[in-house]
């Protein structure tokens, strides 16, 4: 298996450097229009350097006692907010022994297909093909939208489930940034135009403090929603700060219009860990050098996960193995 996926890696870091692959790239962004060529090659890259390679693969697989000696038929119901999100689920059926049906994302299903494409390639007695919808299934791993997540507990009731709904980032300021890490923090916003549970909607800084941002170059989807938002909130008389193509609003809570960047002022860092702590249940990481937490991330890597940065801090892995 490790040597399957290093194999994935090395044609994955390639992508795009071809007229095959410049093909799928063009064709998934026809298929989902918040999707660009970039932003699926550096999703593809991500996978191919942080997930993708011999050591890490080794040191992770290591911990679990993989593969399974009672293979099960695993259900795996992707998201398709970013490119290629739904492949870490897969690569952690496919490594614990476990058979894949995977079920795709309508918006991110021409690069999942070729994804499996290319192990199949490689592998061609691989345990992974696409659910039909009927084929019986023994558990499933299920990420989607709160009101999935409900037709989800509903539907399977009888299985063993891992499941998970919408969360968002953090990130949290001490006020002594430097301009290098303001511009990752801005990655770590506004890549793939906001729409990953990484994605830091929330920022906490220090009382007084100027928080000075610039918004990269977004889509047209993403302008037309700042628009709008932008709008409404002159509507309704309250107050934001302009950057241009996003807005920020002041507040405690976490934005509901996807170009709004919330802001929350503090006096102590004790006032943000008793946040954190009490939003646990909403947060999927935190960017910051100035508060320890247990999903913690450097500034500008909010988007490049790691195989231990487990999705709502629930180990897949643990979860497969303790199936069998």
């Known amino acids: 298996m490790i040597e399957l996926f290093v194999a994935l890696g090395d044609r994955l870091r390639h992508f795009g450097n071809d007229p095959e692959t410049r093909e799928v790239a063009r064709a998934a962004c026809q298929a989902n229009e ?17 997930m993708l390679q011999p050591e890490p693969l080794r040191h992770w697989l290591a911990a679990y006692p993989c593969p399974v000696h009672t293979p099960s038929r695993i259900l795996t119901v992707m998201a398709g907010n970013i490119p290629a999100v739904g492949f870490f689920d897969l690569l952690c059926v496919v490594c614990s022994g476990h058979r894949c049906l995977y079920k795709t994302s309508a918006k991110d299903r ?34 989607g939208s709160d009101n999935a997540v ?25 006020g002594h940034e430097t301009p290098e890490q303001l511009t990752a923090l801005s990655d770590d916003i506004w890549a793939y135009s906001g729409l990953g549970c990484r994605n830091v909607s929330l920022v906490f800084a220090p009382n007084g403090y100027d928080l000075q941002l610039q918004v990269p170059c977004l889509n047209n989807k993403y302008k037309n929603n700042y628009i709008q938002t932008k709008a409404l909130l002159r509507m309704n008389g309250k107050p934001f700060r302009d950057f241009g193509s996003a807005v920020a609003v002041e507040q405690t809570e976490f934005p509901k219009a996807l170009s709004e960047l919330a802001v929350a002022r503090y006096r102590t860092l004790d006032e943000v860990a008793a946040w954190l702590a009490a939003h646990d249940a909403e947060i999927q990481c935190v960017v910051t050098e100035c508060l320890p937490h247990d999903r913690r991330t450097d500034f500008g890597q909010a988007q490049s996960p790691t195989l231990t940065d487990w999705p709502d801090g629930q180990d897949v892995l643990a979860w497969l193995t303790d199936l069998a």
């Open 34 to 50: 918040w999707f660009s060529v970039d932003e699926i090659g550096r999703a593809l890259r991500a996978l191919a350097t942080e």
């Open 110 to 143: 021409i690069l999942m297909d070729y994804i499996v494409g290319e192990l199949q390639a490689l592998s061609p007695d691989l345990p992974i093909e696409p659910y039909d919808g009927s084929s019986p299934v023994d558990a499933v791993i299920a990420t």
């Open 150 to 174: 409900r037709y989800f507990k509903a539907r399977y009731a009888e299985l063993p489930m891992l499941l998970r709904g919408s969360r968002q980032s953090v990130a949290v300021l001490s």
